[in-house]
């Protein structure tokens, strides 16, 4: 083959219209993630963008709005238990599914009802 593939540019995750405030407090405020500005020709559709290490995170704008229930994103974490403390102080619900050997992880809802994932590998 002629093509190979060199990464993911980003994932699309969906929110209600007009939930971009709500999704800078998750995201941003409650995670860290830095937001990043959307480029102005697609502005107009809502929704807001976010820095994950060389990906990016989007959320969009979905009418009508339904939370996926199995698909996920995954986010590697340095120092995934001082996430995990931090997420319970906030009140926010962690769900342990099964182990996976090699990595620790557990996951989440965003405030839109996405399903995140978060896990650190054991070196």
């Known amino acids: 083959m002629s093509f190979q593939f060199e990464g993911i540019d980003h994932v699309q995750l969906t929110a209600p219209a007009g939930s971009e405030d709500e999704a800078r407090r998750f995201y941003s405020d409650l995670l860290g993630l830095k937001e990043t ?8 559709n809502g929704g807001c963008w976010f820095l994950c290490g060389n990906q990016e995170i989007h959320i969009g704008r979905e ?32 769900q342990e599914e ?26």
């Open 37 to 44: 500005p959307k480029p102005v020709n697609l502005r107009g």
């Open 63 to 94: 009418e009508p709005y339904t939370s996926p229930r199995k698909a996920h994103p995954a986010f590697v974490v340095k120092h995934l238990e001082e996430l995990r403390i931090r997420l319970s102080e906030e009140n926010i619900t962690i």
């Open 98 to 123: 099964q182990p996976i050997e090699g990595r620790t992880r557990f996951f989440v809802r965003d405030p839109f009802g996405n399903k995140l994932e978060f896990l650190e590998y054991h070196v």
